[in-house]
Each structure stands twice: as structure tokens, then as C-alpha cells.
């Protein structure tokens, strides 16, 4: 079973972040720089919540609040799941489908080492029906 250690190999480890006091404006604006749903949130080296976009929806344009006005720290999630690298590609995307969350940070030793999409998820998923499928058939044309 693949594991979120072998998805994080394949795509990197690279983590976006910002730190509490941004605004919104700016946490969506590098968002969509670099076409991610969510950034992590550091402030002096930890890891302390996250910004997606779907706050965003929620807790600023639902709520008339402006994103050039709202600091991250004032709408980010402090209770944030996490994945570990040892976990499965399966264990994950259930934990996503549960608490009904599309990112989860993955944690080693209490440190932020990558960041994992529900996206992440089905490409690794998909990748392992495939490679089941190229062995079956593999199999199957060498008994001929």
C-alpha cells in the first residue's frame, strides 16, 4: 500500500506558508500564484493553523467581511487533522472524507515536513490501480 511518505517523494515536500498577521487578500493572492487551496500558517518557526480558500468563502465574503482588512490569524483553523508520513494513501483519504477537509498537514517528529491534497490522494490512488492493472495484464498475455 502506497504510503503519504512514497506521495510526498514523488511530488516534493515543498511547503507554502504564511505567517498569522498577512491579510487574507495576501494569503489568497499567493494561493493562487502558485494554484493551491490552502497555505499553511507559521509564526515563529511552528506550525499554527491553516487558510484555505474555502474560509475564505466562509468566514469572509458570507460574512461581509473584506480580505484586504481580515489578518489570516483572525479566520485561519487552529484544529487542523494531520497526516503522518507512515500512513496510508486509504487512512488519509478517509480522515479527509470524515471531517470532510481537502488538505492535510503531514507531521514527523512535530515538525511541518509537506502538505497533502485530496487531489494528492486520488492521483496516488489511481497510479496504484494502474499499476495492478499493467501487472494483470502482464500476467495474463505471459500465460498465453
Known amino acids: 500500500m ?3 511518505k512514497h506521495v510526498l517523494d514523488q511530488k516534493g515536500h515543498e511547503i507554502h506558508s ?3 498577521d498577512a491579510t487574507v487578500f495576501v494569503a489568497l493572492k ?3 500564484e502558485k494554484n493551491i487551496g490552502s497555505m499553511a500558517v507559521i509564526e515563529d518557526g511552528k506550525f499554527v493553523g ?5 474560509l475564505y468563502a466562509r468566514e469572509i465574503a458570507l460574512k461581509g467581511r473584506t ?8 479566520v485561519m483553523v487552529v484544529r487542523v487533522e494531520f497526516a503522518s508520513p507512515e500512513q496510508t494513501v486509504e487512512e488519509c483519504m478517509a480522515i479527509m472524507t470524515t471531517k470532510a477537509v481537502r ?3 503531514v507531521m ?3 515538525q511541518l515536513i ?19 492493472i499493467d501487472q494483470l495484464e502482464s500476467y495474463i498475455h505471459g500465460q498465453r
Open 2 to 4: 502506497m504510503t503519504i
Open 18 to 20: 504564511i505567517h498569522p
Open 30 to 32: 499567493r494561493m493562487a
Open 50 to 54: 491553516m487558510i484555505t480558500e474555502r
Open 67 to 74: 480580505s484586504l482588512q481580515t489578518r489570516v490569524r483572525d
Open 103 to 105: 488538505h492535510l498537514p
Open 108 to 110: 514527523q517528529d512535530g
Open 114 to 132: 509537506g502538505m497533502i491534497s485530496i487531489g494528492d490522494m486520488v492521483k496516488s490512488h489511481i497510479g496504484d490501480q494502474r499499476f495492478i
